[in-house]
Each structure stands twice: as C-alpha cells, then as structure tokens.
C-alpha cells in the first residue's frame, strides 16, 4: 500500500495549491479519502474526507469556501486544491485512506506547505 503525495511548496499570503495523492495496493475506488495537517506544536487536524464515489464531502469549518477535495478513482488519485492562503496553513498535509469498514486506515509520507511572504 502507498499513498504519494505531491504538490506542496512554498506560497505567498492570498495564492493557491493543489495537492494530489496517488494510491496503490489497494481498492481506492472503496476508501473514504481524507486530507489532514500537522503544524509544528500542533496535533494533527482534518481538513477535509471525501466519499468513496466522491458524491459527499466535508470540510473543517475553518477551510470551508477556500479548500476543495476532489477525487478521480479511475486515476487512483485524490486532490486538495487550496485557493486564498493563509500563513496559518502552514502544516505538513497528509493523505489519508480510510477502509470501507472504518477498521484501519493509511497514511501518506506527507507534504510541506509553507504560507508566507
């Protein structure tokens, strides 16, 4: 199983980011997929989870109107695009894949965006 994330960078106040997780091993087109974060100092937060058929999504209401989860299962591929960033988005952003049964889940390595002027 591996969960790749891609996309991250450095941005300034107000830009944007689309990250992108590919997904291999196992049956993406079943896993609820979601996106957290992990500043320094901080626990790690949900960003936002998208259903297996990408039909529902959800979003921490901090992120609501500015970050956008989507999927695409033919690709095996999960994105976040991130519009009007704040310094206060800077975290590591991870890739998560949760099974159907809600039992286990998978992490990504993670990446590193970085909001600042």
């Known amino acids: 199983v591996q969960l790749v994330e891609s996309g991250g960078g450095l941005v300034q106040p107000g830009g944007s980011l689309r990250l992108s997780c590919a997904a291999s091993g196992f049956t993406f087109s079943r896993y609820v997929m979601r996106w957290y974060r992990q500043a320094p100092g901080k626990e790690r937060e949900l960003v936002a989870a998208i259903t297996s058929t990408g039909e529902g999504t959800n979003y921490a209401d901090s992120m609501k109107g500015r970050f956008t989860i989507s999927r695409d299962n033919a690709k095996n591929t999960v994105y976040l695009q991130m519009n009007s960033l704040k310094p206060e988005d800077t975290a590591v952003y991870y890739c998560?894949?949760?099974?159907?049964?809600?039992?286990?889940?998978?992490w990504g390595q993670g990446t590193q965006v970085t909001v600042s002027s």
């Open positions: 998560n894949a949760l099974a159907p049964t809600g039992g286990y889940h998978y």
